[in-house]
């Protein structure tokens, strides 16, 4: 058995982006689809020493319990996954899902929430045991939680632990108790979407103790994507940026979630730190996320640009992006399996500001464009060690 | 009397981009306006030693005879010049007007054009002597020109010049002959058009033979700009872009110049090489040119992408960019003459590839990618030595 | 004299629409320029008898005292009024200027609203009897007012009238009082904002009694105005429209009063009953307007209409509009003025639903198709009498 | 056996319009699908007496031999039909599979046209016969052809008949050759395409003559009928329309097709007709269709509409259509097939001036505006009398 063997844990383990995931990952397997939307199947990254697709098994948490192969199915009709592939994926998409665990859930957990956090980790310790697994990196793909209001315990681990201990208190929203237990199991960890998640100091000092790296948070995949890009381009040329106005619709369970305007309140905050960074500057930024429907799992986003030329002139660019969002997060959250597991490999704590490329609000680092993230992807990608040596 | 003063000789002295450039230079130099799309303005420029705009001195060719002040009412009256400005740009503009010559025509030109070079590169000496002036950086701002045949003197500077000593000949197309004239002059050149200009074998052996730096061609100042930051995104990210429609919409003289198809050959195939370099595979791309002349200053492009992610699935990217031209192009008029004049005085000849990043058809360099082009910029005009010292 | 000599007083006198609508006249009177965007011009209406533009007398209120011709002079920098007319109409919009009186101050009047509705009263006679006119038609294109709050004296004029007399209440919003202001003094009242106005139930009663006409509501001059063309084509081949998403984005004043979301739920709801009308079932609708204010005069909509065609095809259209306001709304001023004075001659009394075409709220009628309001307005118009005979 | 039994014969029967008609028509009569895209099922022709959906026999011509069973796989591929519809259709699309006969092929066909019409004229016969029909109406929905020379044998019949039966002569095109063999079968005729077909002198004599009815040409399925929606609401508001410039991308055998600039010479002659008739005056307006064949059923059309408004205004209006134009063209054609056949059951003949609501250059009629056109259509069908009775 080759020592190179990884596991991907996927939080959120039967939503849109992780059976996305999934389904890639076995067609890619299988010969069956190119690599399309994956970065480290880039020429640049060619040299770097990655798990391979077939050293990859996956696992996961949800609460949900629509298995896999009946979530590809309800994909393929909102054309994330093509139908032709599916009969050849029934068989693995029934195997990871024997792997999913019932996840937290804050409304019928009962007692404190460290015994939450000890099943959890149980789960991850017996995954990466049965399989005889090198690592396991937990990715969370879940819904965006709303915004948590900071207590002293997310600042100090000692005190973060005995709330965790106290039956009465529920400390940490979902996606920082599953990062907790992620870390106390030993595995690197991954935020791809807003939520807290492992960005509370206390959960940085025991990723530093226990020498486990980490990334996020909030995968880069649409609107935010076009902004680290061409924001750059006006304050290159001197051109500047008067209003840059957004509308996003979208439906599926993101849409009826972000609806929500305390849920939503989490990813608008993400989105307007970037932009006022990128610009150097703070300019007129209303921002709107509208759940739609019937788009299922399109997502279109509107951009208008206004900016001033020289002596005053005054122009405007807009965009419109139709994109399908599991399909450009699926290929990133394979990326970045195999990158933290390198990072891990290679003895890297801590955040990992490299791969600030991925997110819209990067945690280890402060730079949001695109370009400059792209280099240093390339250049932290080609300095890693090999895996699994 | 400072040895820093430089002159910029503008070919199209009475265009809507040379209008715009002088009055802009007007303004700066009087503190009515901020350096708004001077890309030599930008912080990160800030140590590299310039010519002043108090420094610049301008002249120019033209064929046609309306003067600068008449021209700069009609560009307020289109939206490019604001209209509080006019009164005191005047005496400025009347100044700078005083110092414009007569072009070459071909129509109307009679005899070797070889006689005709030696006019145009008098004016220039003449204009340095006058003024006592460093050095002229000669800026081609005219109409589009048609595609040029090729034939062996533009190979071979001998062969040229003895055609162009030959009165039955017109071997150059007047952009070129403006660029023969230039060197023969000892002045640096910049091609801001797509037309043939510099970008010639025998003329690059020439300048490479005086001494003499050049730049080109065709100012990158819309739907390629975008496409220069937008192509490189996609693939970064491993999307593989499907098709990549283009259409324009023009007015002013320029849309009327690119109506015809043969002008408009030259500058669709230089968008076209841009693009495919960028993605590095051949895509459809139809692009049209369209004459509105109701739009007048103004330049509409809509850009359609569609492309293709994570195992197959459909996405598109769509962008509308309304720009003046003219606004944009003339504060890079003005980076062009400080930046060649400072390349000129650290003693650099021939291409100037460093300077990709204003070009949609670079000279000298094979690198389309706009980050890419801004840190080779930033970084090569840091290493130029002193102005005039 | 003339017996059709017709007032034309604005309640908002100096705002952009007020300001646009008198400099247009002033210029369609000297012949300076051609009645574009006036609905009373088009050669389906030119048999009908209408006061002429030299016929028309302007005054107004309005609570701020920049003057009309300082006014223009912003608006020819905000690109609604052309430069080059503003010599020419400078004596005009000084004479329409000193016909303007201070409006009703809510925050400062003092006593009861009756005595403020007999000053507005009395400055109307005055204007009426000063000048000679036959009549005077008035115009609110004052700011949009926050929604009123009902109460059972909008209902009842007895008790309207009583609750106006008493010194502690202010049972009217300021739209309202200048209606029952304007009926008070025999004068027929358009409503060109989603303010209450003459919408009120005691209000029509008054109107009916006095044998007054009115029109309403809320000027249709951008997005609306497209959704009222669009709909229909949809409705019309039996497509399913599934939502209809709208984002508007607008400067100038109008931006800062609806930016308050107080202000613009009164446009809010008058658009989403007009699109439900439209469609004959409710879709999802998301609707922002978003204050931006570097865009001035200029109103920017983005729509995207998602739909369903056969065997369930899911296809969408998106329309970006960009238009000045005041240079779609002034015009149909001039035409309100003009119709209703000539329906006011003609006899007729209480809520002009003819004249639906005009409005996204239009009283008297729930007719909302835009080809169905023109022709309802072409037989209208064609059926009234001779003016002033 | 019912007297309403009623065929409908396709040229260009395995075409995706065809095939997509075929298969709707096969939903709606297993109740599979609603008639979404239906005219003839909207509310406001409930009344109107015609075919039923069960009553209609499908048979066609067809050049090409890919069965319709295969045909739909490929256009549930492209998103056109619904994958989980087309288990329930197989057998109903192999039985009009069986009913299409080869059609007319210029390049292979030997002899005299006439002998190649006779045998059309046979095949129409005898589907009529087999299955019992009171009449066939038959529907070109075959590949647009290049613009045809025009001949004197077009506008005369007896010349036409005797060019026909030369055996060197090729004088009609295909979809001409088509209409002419379906009139001399007793069937009416309807042009869904921008082809000569019925639409010359000649034949519209031989179907007076024979009191046959027809109607044309080219259904208006995406930016000409936003055109037709859009361009009266200018002109009922007195905007003048400076310029309208549109680019079509479409994939498709369509886009095939159109790219060579012959055969879309005649799509562009017939969108250029109905804007000019539109606004009243000629306006720019380039037109530009693209081949794009990775946007395979897709058809996106970007429209730019520059107008102008009070005082010079200058103001624009920009569409996106993202239309499956199969998907919006086959329920017109089941519309067209049961509108034809009731006009002839009732007796009309010649072109059938009121059904302009479904086609960009209608036949018999100078009606462009959509909205008028609805309302002729309408009235048109309700006077129609009872259908089979």
């Known amino acids: 058995m080759s020592d190179q063997r990884t596991g991907l844990w996927l939080i959120g383990a039967r939503g849109s982006v992780a059976t ?39 696992g996961g948490h949800d609460v949900v319990t629509t298995s896999l192969d009946k979530r590809a199915e309800q994909l393929a009709h909102a054309g994330v996954l093509p139908h032709h592939l599916l009969p050849s994926l029934a068989e693995g998409l029934r195997a990871a899902d024997a792997e999913i665990r019932d996840g937290y859930h804050p409304a019928t957990h009962r007692g404190a929430q460290a015994t939450a956090a000890d099943r959890l980790t149980a789960d991850l310790v017996s995954f990466r045991e ?112 008067r209003s840059w106005s957004g509308t996003n619709l979208l439906g599926g369970g993101d849409g009826a979630t972000l609806q929500d305007a305390e849920h939503a309140a989490s990813k608008l905050e993400s989105k307007a730190r970037g932009l006022a960074a990128l610009l150097g500057e703070p300019v007129t930024a209303p921002l709107h996320i509208d759940n739609v429907p019937d788009l299922g799992e399109q997502k279109t986003a509107w951009d208008h640009v206004s900016f001033e030329g020289f002596l005053g002139a005054r122009m405007s660019l807009q965009f419109t992006w139709t994109g399908l969002d599991s399909s450009l997060a699926a290929p990133l959250v394979l990326d970045l399996a195999r990158l933290v597991a390198a990072a891990h490999a290679d003895g890297q704590s801590g955040a990992l500001g490299a791969l600030a490329f991925f997110f819209k609000d990067p945690l280890g680092h402060d730079e949001h464009r695109f370009a400059e993230q792209t280099r240093e992807l390339h250049a932290w990608a080609r300095g890693l060690g090999r895996y699994g040596a």
């Open 20 to 58: 996305t995931a999934v389904s890639g990952l076995l067609a890619l397997r299988a010969g069956l689809a190119p690599p399309t939307g994956c970065v480290t199947a880039r020429p640049e990254l060619a040299e770097v020493d990655l798990p391979s697709w077939d050293d990859i098994v996956v």
């Open 130 to 241: 049965r399989h005889g697994l090198a690592r396991v990196v937990v990715v969370n793909v879940s819904s965006t939680e709303p915004p948590v209001p900071h207590v002293p315990e997310h600042d100090d681990l000692a005190l973060l632990e005995a709330a965790l201990a106290d039956p009465e208190r529920a400390v940490l929203p979902p996606s920082s108790l599953a990062a907790y237990a992620a870390l106390r199991a030993g595995c690197p960890f991954v935020d791809f979407t807003p939520s807290a998640g492992v960005a509370l100091p206390a959960l940085d000092r025991l990723a530093v103790d226990l020498g486990l790296p980490y990334a996020g948070r909030d995968g880069k995949t649409g609107e935010t994507l076009l902004r680290t890009v061409l924001a750059p381009m006006f304050t290159a040329r001197g051109l500047r940026v």
